[in-house]
């Protein structure tokens, strides 16, 4: 009963939190408790969004002295990441997991909602506020891939696998999301395990 509260006091918190973002920054917008091809629809475009958004975090190292092409790219990655939170809406809200709590995928959801925006969504705004500051840039894609690399991917993972399985598409969509590079060269403590039990173990 406690993580089904979670769950559906979280959902409140999300649509009143991101209006905007639901509204103006979805490529795909979010759909409340889904069927299985909107969820297999959400998860496909936030496999997309995570592809976009890494290519990105690759590429930094060839843009941070070419402010005009830094800016153009961070804007998109930009674009593709505040999409993110609209599939963690869809995912979120299926009624499976409100009915039938899963452990693992309330953790996934709430530690991306402690981490995505102030690590990533943020980080991103500031690239974009001074681009000519290699400085200012390289620092917050080095926030950015420490979380994405510890955080937010593997929460990404456990949504996709919890979803699909639940949903029954498992042979249709990614279970998995890939990392950016600099992720190869993070050590990582997850805070969200895939098999979570009811206690946190």
């Known amino acids: 009963m406690k ?8 959902l409140a918190t999300l649509s009143a939190a991101t209006p905007l973002k639901r509204q103006s920054g979805c490529i795909v917008q979010t759909v409340m408790n889904p069927n299985s091809n909107q969820a297999k629809a959400s998860i496909q475009q936030w496999n997309n969004d995570v592809k976009n958004v890494n290519a990105f975090l690759n590429a930094v190292p060839n ?7 830094l800016l153009s790219e ?6 593709n990441a505040m999409d993110e939170p609209c599939q963690l809406m869809t995912l979120a809200s299926q009624s499976a997991f409100i009915q039938a709590p899963v452990p693992a995928f309330d953790c996934a959801v ?5 981490v995505f925006e102030v690590h990533v969504l943020q980080n991103l705004m500031a690239v974009i506020a001074d681009p000519g500051n290699a400085e200012v840039a390289q620092a917050s894609v080095d926030d950015i891939n420490a979380f994405r690399c510890c955080n937010v991917l593997p ?3 456990i949504l996709f696998i919890n979803s699909a399985e639940s949903e ?7 279970l998995s ?4 590079d600099a992720c190869a ?4 403590t997850k805070k969200c395990k895939a098999k979570q039990g009811a206690n946190g173990t």
């Open 3 to 10: 993580t089904t509260i979670f769950t559906t006091s979280l």
């Open 63 to 69: 843009l941070i002295n070419d402010e005009d092409a």
């Open 74 to 79: 961070a804007r998109m990655a930009l674009t």
């Open 110 to 114: 709430e530690d991306l909602m402690d």
């Open 155 to 157: 929460d990404v993972d």
């Open 168 to 174: 029954g598409i498992a042979n249709q969509v990614p």
């Open 177 to 180: 999301v890939g990392r950016e």
């Open 185 to 188: 060269d993070i050590q990582c």
